[in-house]
């Protein structure tokens, strides 16, 4: 999963990736990055253009790697700020187990203190969406059998519903997947109902759903998929708190931070507005309709006032 991460590759990466924060930079520019998926390359433009805009000067990093890549490179200096999600902090200080991540705000502050006090990192206010495990199911499935959360699903399959999802192995055999959705709501899929496909690709097991391949008429999601909505599909909504909350923030290292105050305050009004049919609205301009990431940055904060 590019947007979240497990302990194992996270120690791999630190054990494996050269340590330069020592060496000298060649300027004082910000260096931005951001990871590879659609959504983190529209938050890693705007961190980029916001900086532009305030006259900082900026080098660009954007689509640098994977979370482990990514996260290793701030901590040893080789970058000073990408766009991260708080859930990760679970797997970064190895206490996933903790129930303070299903909590948007107490997870949060969670990774912000700890990042604060080991690291020197700075975790500024997050956008009031989670980019988490999700399930979608067909807009009419839903329709007719008023599913509007995990709960009502749960009742559905509990009451003989027809469902069949198009799911990846992670999600189906992790304990933090469907298993978690399972145990929370008290329900089982049985073999039958799940449809496993190749890589951990949502874009695929939604279009499965969409096109109802095989007969499948619900699929794995993360909660700011653009696919959701245009694929005629609809997120179902976590209201026990199964998953960890995967909220996206602009992580920065505090002498960076120090150097720029100005960061904070351009950038959190902007993360303020992206909640989840935000995100999921600008992430299928770029994933769905092919639109480039920087132009699709670029309009929004232009549209919201926030550039010229």
Same mark, same amino acid.
């Given at each position: 999963?590019?947007?979240?991460?497990?302990?194992?590759?996270?120690?791999?990466?630190?054990?494996?990736?050269?340590?330069?924060?020592?060496? &000298?930079?060649?300027?004082?520019?910000?260096?931005?990055?951001?990871?590879?998926?659609?959504?983190?390359?529209?938050?890693?433009?705007?961190?980029?253009?916001?900086?532009?805009?305030?006259?900082?000067?900026?080098?660009?990093?954007?689509?640098?790697?994977?979370?482990?890549?990514?996260?290793?490179?701030?901590?040893?200096?080789?970058?000073?700020?990408?766009?991260?999600?708080?859930?990760?902090?679970?797997?970064?200080?190895?206490?996933?187990?903790?129930?303070?991540?299903?909590?948007?705000?107490?997870?949060?502050?969670?990774?912000?203190?700890?990042?604060?006090?080991?690291?020197?990192?700075?975790?500024?206010?997050?956008?009031? &969406?989670?980019?988490?495990?999700?399930?979608?199911?067909?807009?009419?499935?839903?329709?007719?059998?008023?599913?509007?959360?995990?709960?009502?699903?749960?009742?559905?399959?509990?009451?003989?519903?027809?469902?069949?999802?198009?799911?990846?192995?992670?999600?189906?055999?992790?304990?933090?997947?469907?298993?978690?959705?399972?145990?929370?709501?008290?329900?089982?899929?049985?073999?039958?109902?799940?449809?496993?496909?190749?890589?951990?690709?949502?874009?695929?097991?939604?279009? &499965?759903?969409?096109?109802?391949?095989?007969?499948?008429?619900?699929?794995?999601?993360?909660?700011?998929?653009?696919?959701?909505?245009?694929?005629?599909?609809?997120?179902?909504?976590?209201?026990?708190?199964?998953?960890?909350?995967?909220?996206?923030?602009?992580?920065?290292?505090?002498?960076?931070?120090?150097?720029?105050?100005?960061?904070?305050?351009?950038?959190?009004?902007?993360?303020?507005?992206?909640?989840?049919?935000?995100?999921?609205?600008?992430?299928?301009?770029?994933?769905?309709?092919?639109?480039?990431?920087?132009?699709?940055?670029?309009?929004?904060?232009?549209?919201?006032?926030?550039?010229?």
């Amino acid at each position: 999963m590019n947007r979240m991460i497990s302990r194992v590759t996270l120690f791999a990466a630190l054990l494996s990736f050269p340590v330069l924060a020592g060496q &000298a930079r060649a300027d004082d520019a910000v260096r931005v990055a951001s990871k590879l998926d659609a959504e983190a390359r529209f938050l890693g433009n705007v961190i980029l253009q916001t900086l532009q805009a305030k006259g900082i000067a900026v080098e660009s990093k954007l689509a640098l790697g994977p979370t482990k890549i990514v996260r290793t490179a701030l901590l040893s200096g080789e970058i000073d700020i990408y766009p991260e999600y708080t859930g990760n902090g679970a797997f970064f200080f190895n206490i996933d187990s903790d129930p303070v991540w299903k909590n948007l705000e107490a997870g949060y502050e969670k990774v912000r203190d700890l990042d604060a006090e080991k690291n020197k990192i700075v975790w500024l206010k997050p956008a009031p &969406a989670n980019n988490t495990w999700a399930i979608a199911v067909r807009k009419d499935v839903a329709a007719a059998n008023k599913l509007a959360n995990l709960e009502d699903f749960a009742h559905w399959v509990a009451g003989g519903g027809k469902v069949k999802i198009a799911a990846s192995a992670e999600f189906v055999e992790s304990p933090a997947a469907l298993p978690a959705f399972e145990a929370t709501y008290n329900f089982k899929l049985a073999p039958d109902q799940i449809v496993t496909l190749a890589g951990g690709d949502t874009a695929v097991t939604e279009k &499965a759903a969409a096109d109802q391949t095989s007969g499948v008429n619900a699929a794995m999601a993360y909660g700011t998929d653009g696919a959701i909505a245009a694929l005629g599909l609809v997120g179902l909504d976590d209201n026990k708190g199964a998953q960890i909350v995967y909220a996206p923030a602009p992580v920065i290292r505090a002498d960076v931070l120090a150097k720029h105050p100005e960061i904070k305050d351009a950038l959190e009004p902007i993360f303020a507005t992206l909640d989840a049919d935000t995100l999921r609205s600008l992430n299928a301009k770029i994933s769905l309709e092919g639109q480039d990431a920087k132009q699709v940055a670029a309009a929004y904060l232009k549209e919201k006032g926030f550039a010229k």
